[in-house]
Structure formats: structure tokens, C-alpha cells
């Protein structure tokens, strides 16, 4: 390689001695002059290897490095071998929000003989399917504002990790379509408020927009916030399933002054969410704050956000609950498998409980203690489809959260830049050259269409599998294919526990040894 730099200058001074004789030739020699230049900067510089070995030629390793995830995502990938979605998933959002066709021609792409394929079983007789989409009451009896909820929602996504016009599209379509928008922990922004939605305002480690200088807890500002009509129930988020145990990060570059304003935070700076919150730090705190919040909003629904680790530590603050005799009115239980704008690669793949066995410990261990009836659970985690609906409810859900599958509907490309600022569709970045892409007249009405027509497939399956409501699913209904002759049911593969079984003593030996770890006084 250092041969073609002294080559290059070779053929430079050659090229430029004929065109002091023959003018055409400095045409060649505008072109080689550049490379030649870039040739030598490569060879001269000390720090990467590849371009002191390989002037100008190892910058091609980059180029096809930025290209591969959109060459490799169009032209490589079959429908059913994209991450974190694939094709055919991203590709039914998309046609339910632009109320195209959604139907499959030709039958099924899943190989249905494979370990890990998932059904639901139909009825002879279907049974008739119920055209008023149902709702869900939450709050118990300390509430004195119940909510009724949608089977599928918006889930958290913050202003600052989202764009104003993403945020503004989401609330609008959530308004039209009758169903919530969970702010995220980055505050209750005008974007929030504008399209006339439901809010569920989630309250994060760093109590953005309810926090005093030093970034604690403030009750007024609390107080001043959760009494807007919009915020209709709130939710203390203690972690999230792309990164839990992991504060949240919002890049430095995502920050507008307007953003610095609504969370209180310093400019210049990534802002870091701590991992844990500061406000309590016991089950019995945990259950004390939910008790102070549901005074301090006036009686509006209280509930917590988790990702479920250590199974001993939720059992801890089911057993404060009993202790206190509060309760939360709904937990939201996210799975490993949950999506982020920013996560260090080691807490997205490899920290947490994937949202099946979290769903099914919350359920079990509210079910045995005899007090589930007071809370309703939310599950959050990777749901695009009314299977993947059927199957959380199964599983001991009462209804849905959904973000990724709602930024589809805003037109995102999953092109994994969201902690970039360079979201190519708009949704994940302040850039204003990027969001002003976003149209929100015309994306709004794409996230009612999708939830919509999600929720109506919801129930058309759910009639086919033999019931009248969804609340009537069960494990026994959901199948897996186990190995190439062996299928299991979900009740097989989920160990259910019996009602009050933990209020006598009868505990299974699948919760045995977390059982005898929790106590409600400490997490430890």
C-alpha cells in the first residue's frame, strides 16, 4: 500500500507535466489528486491500523459497514428473519394503520413443525363474536376516580426520546381511538395535552416534572401535575425490560430547551435517570408511596411499572401489600424482550425476565395470596398482533401496553438509530430538518387504525377459540410446540397456583425458595 502511495505521487507528476503541454489531461488529474491526497492523510495517520496498511481502500470496510443493516434488512432477510421484528410483523402494522389489506394469501410462513410455534385452539362451534370492543375498570377500593381502559394502549415513550410531532400523533390517534397514552418518564409535555388523550403519567426514578432542584420528589409539584384532567391514572415506574436495574438516558443531543424545561434538567449533559428511587427504599416504602400518590392525585388510579427480577423481591411487595392492606390498583409487568431508546447491549440481551414467566409470576403470586381481584395487571413487551394480545391475557393479563408496534404506525422503519438523533422517519429525534417529515394529520389517524383493527382481530379470535369475552382466556388455550412430535399447553408449561394457596401455607415448590427469602420490610 505504501508502493501505491508513491505510485499515485508518480502519476500525479506525470500527469500534471503533460498538462502543461496537453490542457485536457488536467481533467485526470482533478481526480486522481484527491484520491492521492486521502491516500496519503491514510498513510500518515497513527490511529487505525487498517488505514496505514491499506490507504484509502480499508475506508470501504466502512461504507459497506454503514450500508449492510439497510441492504441486509430490504434485500437479504425473509419475512420471518428480521430483529427485534420481522418483516411480516412490521408489515401488518403498517398495513392495519393505512387501512390497507392485512389477510396472508397462500397459507402460513411459520415452519409449524418447529420447536417454539405457538397457536391458540378454535372451537367446533365458534362462539358469537362481540362487535363492542370491552373495557377494563381499574381501581380498587381506596380509588375514588376508576378508569376504563382499552385492551390496547400506547405505551411509554417519552418526549425527548420521541419527537414533539411523534408524541403529538400518538396522543391524537389515542384520543380518536379511545384508548390511552402513557407519557414515559421524561414528563408530561404540551404534546401530551394538545391532542386530548388520556395520559397515564409515569413517575421515574428522577421524578421528572415532580421533582424539587436536587432532583427528589416534590409532593406540590406532584400534586399540581396529576391534578390535570388528562392524567387519569399514574404509574411509578421501578424498571423497564430493555434495561432494568439501569437508569434511563437521554442523549445530550436530543436535548432542546424546551426539554430542559419540562424534566428540570442541566443543558450540555446526557441526563442519567438513577437505577432506584429515592423516595423509598423498602416493599413497605414501595407501598406507603403508592398510598401518598393516590391522596396527593386526589384519589386517581396508582400503580408501578416492572420488569421482574429476583422473583423474591416482587413477592417482597406483594407481601407489604397483605402487611398494609393497600393495594395497588394495576401493576404494568414489562418483559426482557421490551424495547429503549438507549440500553447498554448487555442489559437489552442478557438482564431480566422475559414477559411470559414475569406475567405468569405477577399472576401467580397475587392469585395466591388471595388479592388479585383488587389489582389489574398490564402487560408490556414486544405485542404486535391479536395472538400476541390472546396469548398476555392468557397468561393472567387484563390488558395490553404497546410502544414499538405504535411507532410502526407513526411510519418508523426500525432502522435502530433511536439513540442516534438521526431517526430517518422522524419519530426517535429532535432534529427539526428530520421531524418536520413526520405529518401529523397523517399519521394520527394510522395509530387509531392500527389499534383498532388489532383489538377487533382480538376478538374475532377469540370468538373462533369458543369464548364470548377475553377475559375468559386461559393457558389451557395457548399451545407450543415443544419438539417435532411433542406440543404442550400453556397450562402445562406455566405451573398455576390455586387461589389463597399462599394465605395457607400451601406454597408450590416452584416458589418455595423465593417465598421463604421475601420479607416485606427489605429488598436485601
Known sequence: MKLFVITQCIYVAVVGAIALMWPPAIW??????????????????????????FPVFARMRWLMETLRPGVHQYFIENNKDGRPFDRERRSLVYQRAKGERDTLAF???????????EW????????????????????????????????LNVSAMSYGSLSKNAIL?????????????????????????????????????????????????????????????SVKMIEIKLSQGAKPGHGGILPASKLTPEIIAIRGVVPGKDVISPPGHSAFDTPLGLIDFVERLRQLSGGKPIGFKLCVGRPEDFIAIAKAMVERDIYPDFISVDGAEGGTGAAPMEFSNSVGMP???????????????GIREHIRIIAAGKSVSAFDLARCLALGADLVNSARAMMFALGCIQAQACNTNTCP???ATQDPKLTGGLVVANKAPRVANYQKETVRTLLEVVAAAGLTHPNQLRPKHIMRRISAAQVASFAALYPAIEPGALTRDEVPDFLKEAWDAATSSSFA
Open 28 to 53: 485526470a488529474l482533478g481526480l486522481v489528486l484527491p484520491v492521492c491526497a486521502l491516500a496519503a492523510h491514510d498513510l500518515l495517520q497513527t490511529r487505525h491500523s487498517l488505514q496505514r496498511n
Open 355 to 369: 414477559l411470559k414467566e414475569g406475567l405468569t409470576l405477577v399472576h401467580n403470586v397475587l392469585v395466591g395470596l
Open 169 to 229: 400523533a400518538l396522543n391524537k390517534g389515542a384520543h380518536a381511538g379511545g384508548f390511552y397514552h402513557n407519557t414515559g418518564e421524561g414528563g408530561i409535555s404540551p404534546y401530551h395535552l394538545e391532542g386530548g388523550a388520556d395520559l397515564v403519567w409515569q413517575l421515574g426514578t428522577a421524578y421528572f416534572g415532580a421533582r424539587d432542584e436536587e432532583g427528589r420528589f416534590s409532593p406540590e409539584k406532584f400534586r399540581e401535575r396529576a391534578s390535570l384532567p
Open 120 to 151: 391458540i385452539n378454535h372451537a367446533m362451534l365458534p362462539a358469537t363474536l362481540v362487535h363492542d370492543a370491552p373495557r377494563v375498570t381499574i381501581g380498587n377500593g381506596r380509588c375514588k376516580h376508576p378508569y376504563s381502559a382499552s385492551l
Open 107 to 117: 397459507g402460513t410462513e411459520f415452519r409449524v413443525y418447529e420447536a417454539g410455534y
Open 425 to 427: 422517519a422522524g419519530v
